[in-house]
């Protein structure tokens, strides 16, 4: 009797932020929706992945999470809620997930923005599907950004050993063709355009988001995903700023997160507590529907919050940390130009005046209306995987 093997293992890396692992599950959830007899298994560290599958019929296993703390842009890692430091967490996982791959036999990977992983914790699991036939494919977001791993010797030379297509979750109508030309003059394929991969265009077939709020709509939406040291300067000229406002228009939904630091978790409520208005919230599937009710949104201008306000199509003012790849900074541009009209402010240097009034202003405009951009990526992307599967 000839060894069971796992159709599809989607790997999503984790530290900070949902983006990695949001795309995956939106895939993952495209997958089982288009092809309902493919077996497939979502592996990530992330702690948010149940909240974003909500309930689609897509299992995962839970790796032990990293921890990373941003300091003027920078990212460093740091014990997780397992206390185990940077460095020997990334060699248990590095086994961990080697031991998934003989186990499983996946025929296909998919891998989210690095072809090592994070902390190079894939090659043990590259080199055990060698013997397996395993296909490998590489996911990339729209706006590559300058992300040292990904443009590494060592990335390149795993791509070319192992891997054999690139998925490229962005749409040349809005970003242009820059990005798929430096992938392939690195990588020496043509990525897939798959269009943008939005979890929130994948999770209506799953999850029903009416009825509406009714009285109780939100006239704001506020997205924190993570929290910096810049963040928690940034939070009180926030809250000033709401005040500012007022309850005129309606409620205020705040949804972050915290992780495990309850003093933060204290501290944010304690800043909001004299507005009644303001309604603190951890980040799971209610938020989409808070989105999609809301006059306007706050978010920061990671990928992952940039296609739920484009699937929403709600005015937004984007909070852009200034991380050293400055991704974010040239993606809203890109998506600026195409016309859809963000308003951006920086984390660390936005004041309470510069917030209320660019609130207010998005408060006030009407939603966009003829802005065409692909969002199916997910469906195109396990279209995409499922011809590579069987390919010859």
């Not at 924190?224 to 809250?239: M, Q």
């Not at 700023?241 to 915290?258: E, L, T």
């Not at 920086?346 to 009034?357: G, H, M, N, P, R």
Request: aromatic letters at 10%; proline letters at 5%; a negative charge.
């Amino acid at each position: 009797m000839p060894l069971p093997h796992l159709d599809l293992l989607i790997y999503a890396h984790d530290g900070r932020g949902l983006g990695h692992v949001s795309r995956s599950v939106a895939i993952g959830m495209a997958c089982r929706r288009l092809f309902p007899d493919l077996k497939i298994l979502l592996v990530s560290g992330s702690r948010q992945i149940a909240d974003l599958i909500g309930p689609a019929p897509l299992d995962w296993i839970k790796l032990p999470a990293y921890e990373t703390q941003v300091t003027q842009g920078i990212s460093k890692g740091r014990p997780g809620a397992a206390n185990i430091p940077d460095a020997e967490l990334g060699a248990f996982r590095t086994e961990m997930l080697r031991q998934l791959v003989d186990l499983y036999r996946p025929r296909c990977v998919l891998s989210d923005h690095l072809p090592q992983g994070k902390h190079k914790e894939l090659r043990g699991a590259l080199q055990v599907s060698r013997d397996l036939g395993t296909k490998w494919v590489l996911g990339i977001r729209g706006i590559v950004g300058h992300v040292p791993g990904l443009w590494s010797d060592l990335a390149l030379d795993l791509f070319r050993d192992y891997y054999q297509a690139v998925l490229w979750y962005g749409d040349v109508a809005v970003l242009g063709h820059e990005q798929l030309q430096s992938i392939q003059a690195r990588f020496g394929i043509r990525p897939m355009e798959t269009g943008y991969v939005s979890r929130l265009s994948e999770s209506r077939y799953w999850q029903a988001w009416n009825p509406p709020y009714g009285a109780a709509d939100p006239a704001v939406t506020v997205s924190i995903p993570w929290i910096s040291s810049d963040t928690l300067s940034f939070l009180p000229n926030l809250a000033q700023a709401v005040k500012q406002i007022g309850s005129g228009f309606g409620n205020w939904h705040i949804y972050i997160g915290f992780g495990e630091d309850q003093d933060q978790q204290q501290l944010v409520r304690d800043l909001f507590q004299d507005l009644p208005f303001c309604h603190i919230r951890p980040i799971g599937e209610e938020y989409f529907r808070s989105l999609l009710c809301s006059k306007a949104a706050l978010i920061y201008g990671g990928y992952n919050s940039l296609t739920d306000v484009l699937f929403a199509a709600v005015p937004s003012v984007v909070i852009l940390r200034g991380m050293q790849d400055h991704e974010q900074e040239l993606h809203l541009q890109r998506l600026n130009d195409a016309g859809f009209g963000f308003i951006s402010l920086t984390e660390k240097k936005s004041t309470v005046q510069d917030l209320a009034a660019d609130l207010e202003k998005q408060l006030s405009a009407r939603p966009v209306a003829n802005f065409s951009v692909n969002l199916y990526g997910a469906e195109n992307a396990a279209a995409g995987i499922v011809q590579i599967m069987t390919s010859g």
